[in-house]
Every structure is written in C-alpha cells, then in structure tokens.
Nanobody
Framework: QVQLVESGGGLVQAGGSLRLSCAAS????????MGWFRQAPGKEREFVAA???????YYADSVKGRFTISRDNAKNMVWLQIDSLKPEDTAVYCC?????????????????????WGQGTQVTVSS
C-alpha cells in the first residue's frame, strides 16, 4: 500500500500563502489519482482539489483561483499551493490517493472514493 505524509502547514495571516506537500512512499503514485481534502473544527471533511493520473485538475468552488494542485510522479510528490489565504481556510489538510478507477472526473470530490489518506497538516489563518 501507499503511505502519504503531509507537511507545510502553519500559522499564516490572511492574504498569505502556504505550499503543502504530500510525500508518497511504498509504491509509485504514477497511476494514482490524487486529492486534497480539509476538515475544519466542527465541520465535515470537504473536497479541496484533485489531480488525475493524466494531469487533469479539479477544484472546489471555494478555492478555485487561489489553490493550485500539482504532482511530480518522478518524485512521488503532490503539492497544494495556497494563495490569498482566508480565515475560513483554517483546517487540517489531508492528502489522499486512489488507484485508477473509472469515472474519476465525476467522483473526485467524494472522500469515499479514495483509498489512502495521510494524517494531515494543520493550516491556521489569522484575520
């Protein structure tokens, strides 16, 4: 199985930026679809961004234009660049992976679709 470890979280003022990293180990993620989810206190875990094994990207409306997901299969890494942070972005951000499965373009937003999860990295945005 694949192990996922996130890093890069921290405390940032509104308007600042962070770059979250997801390092995969155990096997290559070349053929995996990858996603980022977040969970704020008292809230359900929600979809943030995803990138398919073919490089297609998807974003939640709340982060579109501010967040950028990217991957480097040779490094077995996925990143989430976060710009123009808002207080409502405060959450634990988790990286997720799923083996190639049909209909990813229509299911990337569902946390139940993913097989592997990291433990998350805390992002705190002060106002």
């Amino acid at each position: 199985q694949v192990q996922l470890v996130e890093s890069g979280g921290g405390l940032v003022q509104a308007g600042g930026s962070l770059r979250l990293s997801c390092a995969a180990s155990g096997r290559t993620i070349t053929n995996f679809n990858m996603g980022w989810f977040r969970q704020a206190p008292g809230k359900e875990r929600e979809f943030v961004a995803a990138v398919s094994n073919g490089g297609n990207t998807y974003y939640a409306d709340s982060v579109k234009g501010r967040f950028t997901i990217s991957r480097d299969n040779a490094k077995n890494m996925v990143w989430l660049q976060i710009d123009s942070l808002k207080p409502e972005d405060t959450a634990v951000y988790c990286c997720a992976a799923v083996r190639p499965t049909g209909f990813f373009s229509g299911r990337y937003y569902s946390r139940a679709f993913y097989d592997y999860w990291g433990q998350g990295t805390q992002v705190t945005v002060s106002s």
